[in-house]
T-cell receptor
């Protein structure tokens, strides 16, 4: 079963606007990762946030993690048409499941020029 | 570096046929894994390996076999293809001995089973 559930399933915005995607998960985690997938391509790693971190930044990306609510959000600021892609969160469970990365079903982001 | 490479890019099989999806990486990564991606879904883990000679099952291992004889290669074998195995398959690798690090993905193999 999917560990991460993402919301919304699809998001359509204009260039220059901010895009926020949310991810919820069910069990305790070691870390949470965000990936981007352009149509017909493999996934590209964006950012990793560990369970003892609350916020991380990378360029125009900002990720937050709330372990009490078992949720994370990805904010893309000043979006561009090139940001059009599917975005996935993925979790590594705590305990002894370090070999397994579990993905959510993704958010499809469309940025209109 | 070529990164993670996968062959073939596309494949059509008939039900009952077997085949091997190839995956190779040139980054000396210990951790390698196979996922399948179905429409409207995220990736689901099939098998993974934390080094040569060590493999383990993921979420959806039935119908698939793996082995890891070298650090570089991690082939995925479909023993007797079924239409339910129609999917896009991705191989990934990372430098750690677990999934807790940035994963590098290959471009994928699109498999259709008729």
């Amino acid at each position: 079963s999917q560990q991460g559930e993402e919301d919304p399933q699809a998001l359509s915005i204009q260039e220059g606007e901010n895009a926020t995607m949310n991810c919820s998960y069910k069990t305790s985690i070691n870390n949470l990762q965000w990936y981007r997938q352009n149509s017909g391509r493999g996934l590209v790693h964006l950012i990793l946030i560990r369970s003892n971190e609350r916020e991380k930044h990378s360029g125009r990306l900002r990720v937050t993690l709330d372990t009490s609510k078992k949720s994370s959000s990805l904010l893309i600021t000043a979006s561009r048409a090139a940001d059009t892609a599917s975005y996935f969160c993925a979790t590594v469970a705590g305990g002894t499941s370090y070999g397994k990365l579990t993905f959510g079903q993704g958010t499809i982001l469309t940025v209109h020029p | 570096n070529a990164g993670v490479t996968q062959t073939p890019k596309f494949q059509v099989l008939k039900t009952g046929q077997s085949m091997t999806l190839q995956c190779a990486q040139d980054m000396n990564h210990e951790y390698m894994s196979w996922y399948r991606q179905d429409p409207g879904m995220g990736l689901r883990l099939i098998h993974y390996s934390v080094g040569a000679g060590i493999t383990d099952q993921g979420e959806v291992p039935n119908g698939y076999n793996v082995s890891r004889s070298t650090t570089e290669d991690f082939p995925l074998r479909l023993l007797s293809a079924a239409p339910s195995q129609t999917s896009v398959y991705f191989c990934a690798s990372s430098w750690g001995l677990e999934a807790s690090y940035e994963q590098y993905f290959g471009p994928g193999t699109r498999l259709t089973v008729t």
